[in-house]
């Protein structure tokens, strides 16, 4: 597989898919976290620095056809603020604007095209009207099947050579972010630098963890996390269970959890991970004690109690003190360390604290030598939010697509490039 950093750009064409998918503000249509469009400059700077020239193709929100307030306009100025340069722009992907203008594209220069997801055959999901047939489903879908390969043709055409960089979309199988490498030979298609080290940070973590390996996981469900888990378990030395899913586990146990989140259908799959643990010689650190509310709001009045003892009409909101001590003390003597997941309703002043004492320990870790991974979108928010992101080894930007790569599974952007 070609690597990005060995490649020689000079003269040549790159077509590039970036994430793009930028949060603007509603009324002036300006972007409001550039994190995205930051994580893709060494990319652009390579071939750019090569003597290349570029076309960047993106999705920005879930647009239905074209809407204007899902231009990608307004990454413009942001891209040329970074690059100190002028950014060319076609208003569509496949039209004859772009058409034209990714053939007269000359080196140095870069071409951003217009949001991908205006048609709908980037997705591959057709637009159905109410009432169709099983048949008629089947029909309209090999249809779009169709469309989805013609537009990743066409796109193929504008360069000589294709670069994934948009990790966040990894696990999706769309025109841009899969079915376009099948046009291009093994040898001019490859990452960028942001999937390169996406990629070392999760593969470090799974497959060459020094031990003690120890994963923390938290949020607000057990059923959104049961897969990554049961992945971990084969390959972690610890797993600390905090945020809303500890009920879960309590109840499960027979503890009383009050009026605490609870998936009534996973006490078993609970149970089932408590026993899978043991088995496999993996210590399950569930909370000790419970920061309770009488409300789900930040005037609630509060208590402290055992994790297993919360009364009926209070709600578990974070960990409590005994609890931060005891995870604290573990995520300290660890040596590999993933986050996914708040410990408690962060977002609530109130209920933060458990999280923040998670996200400093984690610092605390990094900085005694450990490899610790954050990802997920709270976890991220959080050590963000704590000022902690240079202080860990690496911060994730892709939530789902993180997730399913942790989970065991193929990410679509991923085995396109690899010709897997
Ligand atoms: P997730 O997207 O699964 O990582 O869940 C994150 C959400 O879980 C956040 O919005 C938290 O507020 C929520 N959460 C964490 N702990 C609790 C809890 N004890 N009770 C209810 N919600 C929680």
């Known amino acids: 597989m070609k690597m990005i950093q060995d ?76 690059l100190d340069k002028k950014i060319l722009f076609a208003d569509d992907c496949l039209g004859e604007s772009a058409v034209s203008m990714a053939a007269a594209l000359k080196p140095g220069e870069i071409l951003l095209l217009e949001n991908v997801r205006f048609y709908p055959q980037e997705e591959g999901k057709p637009i159905l009207p109410e009432n169709v047939t099983d048949e008629e489903k089947k029909a309209a879908k090999a249809a779009m099947k169709v469309k989805q390969k013609e537009m990743a043709k066409q796109l193929s055409g504008y360069a000589e050579i294709y670069v994934n960089d948009a990790f966040g979309t990894a696990h999706r199988a769309h025109a841009t972010t899969a079915v376009i490498a099948d046009f291009f030979p093994e040898e001019n298609r490859m990452f960028g630098f942001l999937i390169n080290s996406e990629l070392a940070a999760m593969d470090k973590v799974l497959h060459s963890s020094q031990k003690p ?3 923390i996981m938290g949020g607000a469900k057990v059923s959104d996390k049961i897969m990554l888990i049961e992945n971990l378990l084969n390959r972690c030395d610890n797993i600390i269970i905090g945020g809303g899913m500890t009920y879960t586990f309590i109840k499960a146990m027979g503890g009383k959890i009050g009026n605490s989140l609870c998936e009534g259908d996973k006490l078993d799959l609970a149970l089932q991970l408590i ?146």
């Open 7 to 82: 490649f020689n750009f000079k003269g040549k064409k790159a077509i590039v898919r970036v994430d793009f998918n930028v949060p603007l503000d509603k009324k002036t249509f300006t972007v409001t976290d550039d994190t995205r469009i930051r994580g893709a400059l060494l990319t652009i700077k390579k071939i750019l620095g090569d003597g290349g020239c570029l076309i960047l193709m993106s999705h920005l929100g879930r647009p239905e056809g074209r809407m204007e307030k899902y231009s990608l306009k307004p990454v413009i100025p942001v891209l040329e603020k970074y």
């Open 213 to 215: 390996f120890t994963a």
């Open 275 to 420: 026993a899978k643990a043991k088995e496999k010689n993996v210590n399950l650190y569930l909370p000790v004690d419970s920061l309770n509310a009488d409300k789900f709001d930040n005037d609630a009045a509060t208590n402290i109690t055992a994790v297993d003892a919360v009364e009926d009409g209070w709600m578990g909101l974070d960990i409590a003190e005994k609890t931060i001590e005891k995870f604290s003390e573990v995520i300290m003597a660890s040596k590999t360390i993933l986050w996914n997941g708040p410990m408690g309703v962060f977002e609530m002043e109130k209920f933060s604290k458990g999280t923040t004492a998670v996200a400093k320990a984690i610092a605390d870790a990094t900085a005694n030598g450990a490899f610790t991974l954050i990802g997920g979108g709270d976890s991220v928010a959080a050590i963000n939010k704590n000022g902690l992101a240079d202080k860990v080894s690496y911060v994730s930007t892709g939530g789902g697509a993180m997730l399913e790569y942790m989970e065991g599974k193929k990410l679509p952007g991923i085995t396109a490039i690899r010709g897997e």
